[in-house]
C-alpha cells in the first residue's frame, strides 16, 4: 500500500537533522499558538464592536421613546393617556437597560484588555522560534555544503593566495602585501556578495514550508507587548477588582 502522506518535501524534511527537526516543529506550534491568540482578540474586538452597535440601537429607540413622550404630553396638556403611560415604562427600561450595556461593555473590556499582550507573546515566541530554526538550518547547509565541495573551495582559495604571495612579496604591510590582498579578495569575492545577496527559499525543502522570514503581521503584534511596569500595574488592578468582588 503506497504512503499518500509521503512526499518529496517531507521526505527531504525527515532527512534533516533532528535538532533542526525540533525546531521545526517549534516554529510550527508557536506560530499556530501565535495564530489563535490573534484569532481569539479579534473576536473578542468583534464582540465589543457588536455590544456597542446594540447599545447605539438602544439609546437611538429610548431618544425616539422619550420625544415621542414629550410630545404627546404638550398636545394633552399634562394628561397622561394609555400610549403615554406605556411610554413611560418602556423609557425607564431603556435606562435600564443602558446601564445594563455599560456594565457589560466594562466587563468584556475588563476580560479582553490582555488580550493584545498575550497575542504579542505568542508572536514574541514565534520570531525567535523562526530565527532559531534559521540559525540551526543555516548551520546545517553549510556544514553539508562544506562536507560535498569544501575540499574544491579550500583548494581554490589556496591557489588564490599562493598568487598572491607571488604577486605581492615584497609589498608594504597592511597596503598591498600578500596578507592584505588576499583578505580583500575575500572580502570582495566572498563576503560583499554574500551580503548583498537575497537568499531565496527555493529548492530547500524546509524553507519552503517555513518562508525565510516569519510571517510579516507577528512582527507588528510583537510590538504589543506591554513593559514589566505595564504587567504590574494589570496585576495590582485585577488583585484590587478581585478584592472589590470578594
Request: hydrophobic fraction near 35%; charged fraction near 25%; glycine fraction near 4%.
Amino acid at each position: 500500500m503506497t504512503d499518500t502522506t509521503r512526499t518529496p518535501t517531507t521526505d527531504a524534511i525527515a532527512a534533516l537533522p533532528a535538532a533542526t527537526q525540533q525546531a521545526l516543529e517549534r516554529v510550527k506550534s508557536s506560530k499556530s499558538a501565535w495564530l489563535a491568540a490573534r484569532q481569539k482578540q479579534a473576536d473578542a474586538a468583534g464582540m465589543a464592536e457588536t455590544i456597542r452597535k446594540r447599545r447605539e440601537e438602544t439609546e437611538a429607540e429610548a431618544r425616539a421613546q422619550n420625544g415621542e413622550w414629550r410630545q404627546l404630553f404638550r398636545e394633552n396638556q399634562g394628561a397622561m393617556t394609555p400610549r403615554m403611560k406605556k411610554l413611560r415604562a418602556e423609557i425607564a427600561l431603556g435606562r435600564e437597560t443602558l446601564d445594563e450595556f455599560d456594565d457589560l461593555l466594562a466587563a468584556h473590556q475588563a476580560e479582553t484588555e490582555t488580550l493584545p499582550w498575550t497575542t504579542g507573546d505568542r508572536a514574541v515566541s514565534y520570531t525567535s522560534a523562526h530565527q532559531s530554526l534559521i540559525n540551526i538550518h543555516s548551520s546545517h547547509v553549510w556544514a553539508q555544503f562544506m562536507k560535498e565541495h569544501g575540499q574544491t573551495l579550500i583548494h581554490a582559495l589556496s591557489l588564490r593566495w599562493l598568487a598572491m604571495q607571488n604577486e605581492h612579496d615584497g609589498g608594504y604591510a597592511g597596503v598591498n602585501d600578500s596578507n592584505t590582498m588576499f583578505r580583500q579578495f575575500i572580502h570582495e569575492e566572498i563576503m560583499t556578495k554574500a551580503m548583498d545577496h537575497n537568499p531565496s527559499a527555493e529548492g530547500d525543502a524546509l524553507l519552503e514550508e517555513t518562508g525565510l522570514y516569519p510571517a510579516p503581521q507577528a512582527y507588528s503584534d510583537a510590538r504589543l507587548v506591554p513593559t514589566p511596569a505595564a504587567r504590574h500595574r494589570m496585576r495590582v488592578k485585577q488583585q484590587k477588582a478581585a478584592g472589590d468582588k470578594a
